[in-house]
């Protein structure tokens, strides 16, 4: 038997694009040595690589790197979905990060390049068919994050945050690894379909102390990437001591990721009696925990972190509803699964509307300051102070932030199709605790003003108007994510 694989270079088009423009980007900057050039570079290449992940996508299903029926590469609608969004976050982080550039801290070259390298990882994670792709995908879009949170010379705190975010990381790395070959060593395929067909047809491989264990090893890697409680210590200070833009990759794309590894690990691989119940209790005591926290906060970057913690919660909630047998019907988990990928997009959009208004509001290469600072902004800059606030209220679940709104109905809707009726009540009830935050901060931006501020940099303004169009848009038609995520 021929040991050779035929290659789908078409499946991997994406890959490439993402991968060229790293490359691209650091002989653009050997070359050339303009930081207007390389940034033009990076930005082209994102684009590009959001255009080959959706036409890719459109073609319908492609396989590669098969052995029979188990596939290492699976190019399909949700993986189309996975690479246009991250793509297009990483645009959009380029966009605002015009001012940090600028400032001369942080050298062009090396930081497009490994904004390039994380969205090679964050497109290659979504089509991975295999754990050990699974992982290394995810450690790519991973590793290049720990540079960049320490990147800006001259900063302690950065350097503290990038130490602490590379330590917990590769902690969550060797537990996920861990896992992953004790379950090699119960069922002796590393393929996440072979992995979940396994253990669905033979109860007593199911049943063994070493698979609970491989399972919860797993999960709770995973959790420390999403920033699940109690595996989201790291959060707050690596955002807060990161530049502004570096810290809402992280809370967007790199949650993203985050996600996406661990639904496809529970949706192919790991039996749902296990993860269910485990999950839901992460559900609730992440968003819990989440928002409690928020509300103590003074600083306006550990705000919005201890909210990304909370949003968490959201994100991981319809899986708990595979706790009960009544969540496992295949429509309840079609449903569960769709309602996850859906809430993520909406939540994507709008963190990075209200991390790019931040940006615009605050000095070039400055932190995000207080809520104090940002005392009557709405007055002096209204479009942006606006556009705060509409991510703020989508955030909250309230109109007109209609995406927001749409996705945790959206998330409500799916735990009661699973009949997780008490995670729905917690759902609601946290829901009703992250107003008194999300209002506060968006009543401070109409505050009495205080001495007018900079103007916001054209590129950050342009980089908030989409994000916040792009969230009015598919918050007037949720559906059609709705309907991608469920293919």
């Not at 200070?237 to 529970?266: C, E, N």
């Not at 296990?274 to 005591?285: F, H, N």
């Amino acid at each position: 038997m021929s040991v050779v694989q035929r290659v789908d270079n078409v499946a991997l088009l994406p890959g490439y694009l993402a991968a060229g423009t790293a490359v691209l980007v650091l002989l653009v900057d050997l070359v050339v040595a303009r930081r207007a050039v390389t940034v033009a570079v990076s930005a082209l290449g994102a684009a590009g690589t959001a255009l080959g992940a959706a036409l890719v996508g459109a073609a319908g299903i492609r396989r590669t790197f098969c052995v029979g029926a188990d596939c290492s590469w699976v190019w399909n609608g949700r993986a189309a979905l996975v690479g246009v969004v991250i793509a297009l976050l990483t645009l959009g982080v380029l966009a605002i990060s015009g001012p940090l550039l600028r400032a001369g801290r942080t050298p062009a070259g090396e930081y497009c390049f490994l904004l390039a390298c994380a969205m090679t990882g964050g497109v290659v994670l979504g089509a991975a068919g295999d754990l050990i792709t699974l992982v290394v995908a995810l450690e790519t879009l991973t590793l290049p994050l720990y540079v960049l949170v320490g990147l800006r010379r001259g900063s302690l705190a950065g350097a503290e945050a990038a130490v602490t975010f590379f330590v917990v990381s590769v902690v969550a790395t060797t537990v996920t690894l861990l896992g992953a070959a004790l379950l090699y060593a119960v069922t002796g395929s590393l393929h996440l379909d072979r992995l979940g067909g396994t253990l669905a047809a033979r109860d007593d491989l199911r049943d063994l102390p070493l698979t609970t264990v491989a399972v919860a090893l797993v999960v709770a890697g995973l959790a420390f990437k999403v920033a699940a409680v109690p595996f989201h210590a790291w959060a707050p200070a690596t955002y807060d001591g990161a530049p502004l833009p570096v810290a809402a990759y992280l809370s967007t794309a790199s949650k993203l990721g985050g996600l996406v590894a661990l639904l496809a690990v529970v949706q192919r691989a790991l039996p749902a009696g296990v993860t269910g119940p485990v999950l839901a209790g992460l559900a609730a005591l992440t968003m819990t925990v989440g928002n409690l926290v928020a509300l103590r906060q003074r600083r306006t970057v550990r705000l919005l972190a201890w909210s990304s913690v909370a949003q968490a919660g959201y994100l991981l909630a319809p899986l708990g509803a595979l706790a009960l047998a009544a969540g496992r019907t295949p429509d309840a988990r079609d449903g569960a699964y769709a309602a996850a990928v859906a809430y993520a997009v909406f939540f994507v959009l709008l963190e990075l509307a209200a991390f790019a208004a931040v940006v615009a509001l605050r000095p070039a290469d400055g932190d995000g300051g207080t809520l104090a600072d940002l005392r009557g902004a709405a007055r002096r800059h209204p479009w942006v102070g606006g556009a705060f606030a509409l991510a703020l209220i989508g955030l909250a679940g309230l109109p007109p932030g209609l995406a927001g709104l749409f996705a945790k109905v959206t998330v409500v809707r799916s735990l009661l199709a699973g009949h997780a009726g008490w995670l729905a009540l917690v759902v609601a009830l946290n829901a009703v605790l992250g107003l008194a935050y999300y209002l506060r901060v968006a009543a401070t931006l109409y505050g009495p003003s205080a001495a007018g501020g900079a103007r916001p940099a054209r590129g950050v303004v342009w980089a908030l108007g989409a994000a916040t169009v792009a969230a009015v848009v598919i918050g007037f038609a949720p559906q059609l994510v709705l309907d991608v995520a469920a293919r």
